[in-house]
């Protein structure tokens, strides 16, 4: 056609240039940098975040918040053997933490396997005869994944930006598995909402924080771990299940109206993918794994502070509410990875760490950090006696060795 670029099999990116809300859509549909268009991400998420400009945070706040995690380590001393990590205490902005969260070193741990398995299960679904064509195409197809990416993963930090109480608060880092911290004003608004006191709230904060940073920058296979089975589930994705592209065509991914595009790109079910037969068996274990990592540190927490937070059964009980509410950030992600645990999971597994508890001592539940062989099946979190005798059985043949 006459007058418009080859550069891209006959689609021309300049022709957004005078559209505000895609000025810079040629950068965009231009990416080369991954799976994932971070800094679509990143811009993404913080004009999400932090719409009508930042919520800087005071020196008294990071001040008090690094006193309380001082105590809180001091704490969970004495209830587990598992040791405190040293590391930042930040009381993060709202668009700090977006920042940093819609990065490659934040939640792009798990998404970004995810996301390269997703672009490459796009190019299976095309018909042959595009397949067959290299170069222009091809770009052109990654980047538009890339977009996608990059938006979704924006929405997903910019609206937990909004939601989350500290870095862990999802059960898995966000930012740098070191840090630990609060996010924005979530920790005042949750004391404020619930009429609790504000201390109370800021140390049962540092508390659960600290517990996460002992799994996951303490224990140091867990993170290889998690995303061992991240990139297995990314794996096994199967492109002609998935019907990638129909859903792909089904958004309204109209160019010629940027806010439709913009709004199919937020949608909740944008990215709505129906697991292959095998990504369900990965998922039983990624599930697994973030529901008993969250009831484990919910048990230490619970054990270090019984005694000196008076208001900590109506913090527990308020927790288990809003993670049975989820907010849109959590729903975003949980059909980015697939993870979708649900009120029942998360009693399950607090009653297999009650019941190694009280057969073992909080010793016996912690032996699940001497290597990923330890941790308890989805089976045996339904049944924990099941773990207790596989147990029993490994330290016999270490002690037969």
Request: one cysteine or more; a negative charge; aromatic letters at 6%.
């Amino acid at each position: 056609m006459a007058g418009m670029s080859e550069e891209f099999g006959g689609f021309d990116p300049r022709m957004f240039e005078n559209v505000p809300l895609f000025r810079e859509l040629a950068k965009v549909m231009s990416w080369s940098g991954g799976p994932v268009n971070w800094d679509l991400a990143v811009q993404t998420a913080v004009g999400i975040a932090t719409p009508q400009g930042d919520d800087p945070v005071s020196e008294r706040e990071t001040e008090e918040l690094a006193q309380a995690v001082s105590v809180a380590e001091l704490w969970l001393d004495q209830v587990t053997e598992l040791p405190a990590v040293e590391g930042p205490v930040r009381a993060f902005s709202r668009q700090e933490w977006a920042r940093l969260a819609a990065a490659p070193e934040g939640l792009g741990l798990y998404v970004e396997p995810i996301a390269r398995g997703m672009t490459g299960a796009l190019g299976e679904q095309l018909p042959e005869e595009l397949r067959t064509m290299s170069g222009p195409l091809e770009q052109a197809m990654q980047s538009m994944g890339a977009m996608l990416y990059g938006v979704q993963i924006g929405t997903v930090a910019g609206h937990l930006a909004d939601q989350l109480l500290g870095t862990y608060d999802l059960g898995v880092p966000t930012v740098d598995a070191r840090t630990v911290g609060t996010v924005g004003a979530g920790a005042a608004s949750f004391a404020s909402d619930w009429s609790f006191e504000e201390m109370e709230v800021r140390y049962w904060i540092a508390l659960s924080e600290c517990a996460h940073r002992r799994q996951f920058a303490g224990v140091a296979w867990l993170r290889e771990h998690l995303r061992g089975l991240i990139q297995r589930f990314a794996e096994e994705a199967d492109p002609a299940a998935s019907g990638l592209l129909d859903q792909l065509q089904g958004l309204g991914l109209d160019p010629s109206d940027p806010a439709a595009l913009q709004e199919a790109l937020q949608g909740e079910d944008a990215f709505r993918i129906e697991p292959s037969s095998a990504q369900r068996a990965v998922l039983d274990q990624l599930q697994a794994l973030v529901v008993f990592l969250q009831a484990w540190a919910d048990t230490v927490v619970r054990a270090a502070a019984a005694d000196k937070l008076t208001a900590l059964p109506r913090i527990e009980e308020t927790i288990r509410r809003r993670r049975a509410a989820k907010g849109p950030g959590e729903r975003f992600l949980a059909q980015l990875l697939g993870i979708d645990l649900g009120a029942r999971d998360f009693r399950q597994a607090q009653a297999f760490c009650d019941a190694i508890i009280a057969a073992r001592g909080q010793s016996g539940l912690d032996r699940v950090w001497a290597g990923p062989d330890r941790l308890p099946s989805a089976a045996e979190l339904a049944e924990p006696s099941r773990w207790l005798v596989r147990m029993a059985a490994a330290e016999l043949e270490t002690g037969a060795e």
